[in-house]
Each structure stands twice: as structure tokens, then as C-alpha cells.
């Protein structure tokens, strides 16, 4: 079978990788209907990948965890109505799938879904990916994952699969130059600073009233850049900066999503279950050892984050034969600020996946509120509005039902060179609107210092 061409603009890719790719597919005996995964060890990739330049950029990377998923094409796409249809797609899926070393890496779908409500960036309300091609890494140990949904002869599917491959492994083999920092403009704010501390009063108002005991409000900013945006080089920037949180890239129509998320809505492992209470937030400063300690003592801070803990616990409570709810929160350190953080595990009963327990965990009164419905009602009253799947959940699936899903948090929709940054803070009765102002300027400061070397 022939090797696919160069592109003119094209580095040489890798090309003795590619022949043996080619031998290798070509003895596959690929179905013609049906989604259908074929997993190959690739020692010659083993290593840490770093998101290469690829158009409609997907990916995932827990460089703490030494896991990097890295997507090149799409073999199915599902654009679903809402978090609730995605279990119902991923289970409709009919997968067959062959391991051709025996390496144990199964195929991903990757699936996201906004806050809900009206999302103004035209992402869909929830959507499933299955990629085309996935080069899956594990503490450097690395497959490809080769993907496609029928409808193409095995000829056809096996040309598809070596220009994706061409493609991925050129990308990878592009340097990714650091860019000198540059100013960035803020075009646009929603609220504006004065409007977002009068929302603060209005929320602490209706706590008062005892309409919620929670709300989450949060702001949007529109900034420009003197270049365009690169997706892999603020990927590669959020990875060093954050290796304990999830980093991923969603592209989409030409503009991509990028967040350095610190917050796991669930992780699942067989039937190991984990999610983070994440919530009470301060400036970290390693010059004042006594910062943290307030933090952890805050009677403000402690009240927010017991109300996320409650919450957690008992919506996984229901889903789980046995749970662990540490009894004092930690602290969560992340470059200029510090959460208070509970990571609440526990075994899921037979028959309960990773879908059904993000579905009862999304959204948490981490970003949105409690009671949820008339946090809801309230948040819609003081014209809260989020874009770009802000405080939606972003992650992957396997074959197998493992996975994660992250809360799209401490992100940026790029789009050329302008980028859209979204924060919000947890309103209780005790809060101060020139705080929760700083505190969403804190977390803005996380994706926007990235930004400037982009
Ligand atoms: C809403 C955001 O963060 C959430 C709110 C927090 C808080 O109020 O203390 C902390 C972490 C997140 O759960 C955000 O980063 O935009």
C-alpha cells in the first residue's frame, strides 16, 4: 500500500514509522459497518507528547499523572441536546475493538458539555468525539489508537488512517517555539467591575431573604493579543505552570478551548469513583506560611467549602456502596492562589458508570449554587451568563468505561488573536464584593499570565 504524500509545506515525517504503520494496517481485517478501534504499540513515540500544532486541536494532558491524550481527525462525532443524551449516545455505541500487541490501551471517546442555558460561542450544548486517530500515553509508554465508524471500504479506511497518522506524526515532530510575552488588551468585560460587586450585594440579599444558601457569580473578559493565539503553546504554558491539573484543548470551528482545570468532577477507575470539593479561595503567598492556615480556619471559607462537600457526598452517596469523606479539607496550592480542597472517593455499585455520576454531580454548588434550582432561577434574575462550556465538564471515556471529566474552569476560548477568559467566585452570606471581585481577578490572572506567552 502506498505511503501518503508530503505536503508541500510539510518537515518530513517520520517515514520509516509510517511504512511499518502501513505494514501493519494492511493485515487488518477492517469491518465495514460499526465503530471500530484498533490499538498499536508505538515504542518508537514512547516519551512525554506535548500538544503539537494540529487544527481543531483535542487533547488531554495530567502531566502530574504522566497521562497525555493527543487527537488527530474525527471518526465520530455526536452532537447531543445536553449532558443527559451523552450517556445514552456513548451507550448506544456498538464497539468493536482489537488490541494488536496486547498493550491494554483502550480507545477514547472524548465528550463535553456546557453550564446549560444559552451558550452564545456556538459550541453545541454537549458533544462526543471519537478521534480518528489517538496517540495514547501512560507514564511514557505510548499507542496509537486508530479509529473509524464505517461507511468506506477497508481500502479506503486504511489510506484515511495513514494520512491521519502522516499528519499526527508531522505535527509532532514541529518545533513549538516559546513566543516572547506580550500586553494584552481588554476589549470587553461582562459585568463591568461596578455591575459585578452590585450582583455580589444583590446575591448576599437574596442569602439574607433565605431564598439560597450559595450562589456562583462570575465575570467574562475579552482580550487581544498583538499575534495570534497558538492553542499548543498555551497547552504546553498551562502544563508547566499547573502539572497537577488537567489540561485539554477542544477545537472547535476554528477557535478552541483551552483550561488548566484544577477541579475533577469525577474520575473513575473499574468501579473506584473520585470527585474534588473545591471551594474557598485565597491569594497564596509563600512569603506568609500563615496565609494557608487562615484559609483553613476562615469560618467564611469553611462554610462555603462544607456546603460543596455536603453536596458531593451525598449525590455520590446514592451512586456508591461505600464512600470516603476526609473530615478536614486540604489545601490545594496553584501558582498565585489556594483552594480549600476535599477529594471524596468511593466504590460505585454495580451497574453505575462515569456518565451517570457526572450527570448527579453537575453542577456542584462549587459553580453554580444551593439549593441548585432556585440558584438557578436567582442566577438567571441577576443575568448571569456563561459561554465557551465555562463551568460545563470536559474529559474522556474509554472503551472500558474508565475515564475522567474535569469542570471546565480557568479557561480561555481562543479565536486568531482575541481570547475570552471566564471566573466566577462562590457568593455565601459572608461575602464582601471587593473580595469576591479580587478573588475572580486572581483566577482570571491564571489563564491571562499564560496568555501573554502564547
Ligand atoms: C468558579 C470558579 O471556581 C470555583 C469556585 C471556587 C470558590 O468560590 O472558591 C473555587 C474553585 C472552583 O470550584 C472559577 O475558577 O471560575
Not at 487544527?55 to 487527537?71: E, F, K, Q, T, V
Not at 509563600?286 to 483553613?296: I, K, M, N, T
Not at 454531580?361 to 443575568?383: F, W, Y
Amino acid at each position: 500500500m502506498p505511503v501518503p504524500s508530503q505536503r508541500d509545506d510539510a518537515r518530513p515525517v517520520p517515514n520509516r514509522l509510517l511504512a511499518a504503520l502501513s505494514r501493519r494496517l494492511e493485515r487488518l481485517d477492517v469491518p465495514k459497518s460499526g465503530l471500530f478501534s484498533a490499538t498499536l504499540a508505538v515504542p518508537e513515540l514512547d516519551g512525554i507528547p506535548t500538544p503539537p500544532p494540529l487544527p481543531d486541536l483535542w487533547s488531554w494532558l495530567r502531566p502530574g499523572d504522566g497521562l497525555a491524550l493527543i487527537a488527530s481527525g474525527t471518526a465520530l462525532e455526536l452532537v447531543c441536546s445536553g449532558p443527559e443524551t451523552l450517556d445514552e449516545a456513548r451507550r448506544g455505541l456498538d464497539w468493536a475493538h482489537l488490541d494488536l500487541d496486547g498493550s491494554g490501551a483502550e480507545p477514547v471517546a472524548f465528550l463535553g458539555h456546557g453550564f446549560g442555558g444559552p451558550d452564545r460561542s456556538g459550541l453545541p450544548p454537549a458533544l462526543l468525539r471519537v478521534p480518528r486517530l489517538l496517540l495514547r500515553c501512560v507514564s511514557g509508554r505510548c499507542d496509537l489508537i486508530f479509529s473509524h465508524a464505517g461507511g468506506a471500504s477497508p481500502d479506503q479506511i486504511r489510506l484515511m488512517w495513514l494520512d491521519e497518522a502522516a499528519r499526527l506524526l508531522d505535527a509532532l515532530d514541529r518545533p513549538v517555539p516559546p513566543s516572547p510575552p506580550v500586553d494584552l488588551v481588554r476589549l470587553d468585560e461582562f459585568p463591568s467591575p461596578h455591575a459585578f460587586r452590585d450582583r455580589v450585594s444583590a446575591a448576599t440579599d437574596a442569602i439574607a431573604a433565605g431564598r439560597v444558601e450559595k450562589v456562583v457569580l462570575s465575570r467574562r473578559i475579552t482580550v487581544a493579543a498583538p499575534r495570534p493565539f497558538r492553542p499548543e503553546r498555551l497547552a504546553r504554558e498551562l502544563a508547566s505552570r499547573h502539572p497537577s491539573c488537567a489540561i485539554f484543548t477542544v477545537g472547535f470551528g476554528g477557535r478552541t478551548l483551552v483550561a488548566a482545570s484544577p477541579e475533577r468532577l469525577v474520575a473513575c477507575n473499574g468501579r473506584r469513583v473520585e470527585s474534588y470539593a473545591l471551594a474557598g479561595t485565597a491569594p497564596s503567598d509563600p512569603a506568609d506560611p500563615f496565609l494557608g492556615g487562615r484559609l483553613l480556619s476562615g469560618a467564611k471559607d469553611r462554610h462555603e467549602h462544607r456546603l460543596v462537600v455536603g453536596w458531593i457526598s451525598s449525590a455520590l452517596n446514592d451512586l456508591c456502596d461505600d464512600l470516603d469523606v476526609p473530615s478536614e479539607p486540604r489545601r490545594m496550592i496553584l501558582g498565585q492562589l489556594e483552594h480549600l480542597w476535599t477529594p471524596i472517593s468511593g466504590t460505585l455499585k454495580p451497574g453505575t458508570g462515569l456518565l451517570q455520576a457526572a450527570l448527579a454531580l453537575h453542577p456542584t454548588p462549587a459553580v453554580a449554587g444551593l439549593p441548585l434550582a432556585s440558584a438557578r432561577i436567582l442566577l438567571d434574575e441577576l443575568g448571569e451568563s456563561r459561554s465557551g462550556w465555562y463551568t460545563g465538564a470536559f474529559g474522556w471515556i474509554d472503551r472500558a468505561g474508565d475515564g475522567e471529566m474535569a469542570v471546565v474552569l480557568r479557561c480561555a476560548l481562543l479565536d486568531g488573536n482575541r481570547a475570552e477568559v471566564a471566573a466566577g467566585a462562590g457568593i455565601v452570606a459572608a461575602s464582601d464584593p471587593e473580595a469576591e471581585f479580587t478573588e475572580t481577578e486572581l483566577k482570571l490572572r491564571t489563564m491571562l499570565d499564560a496568555l501573554r506567552s502564547a
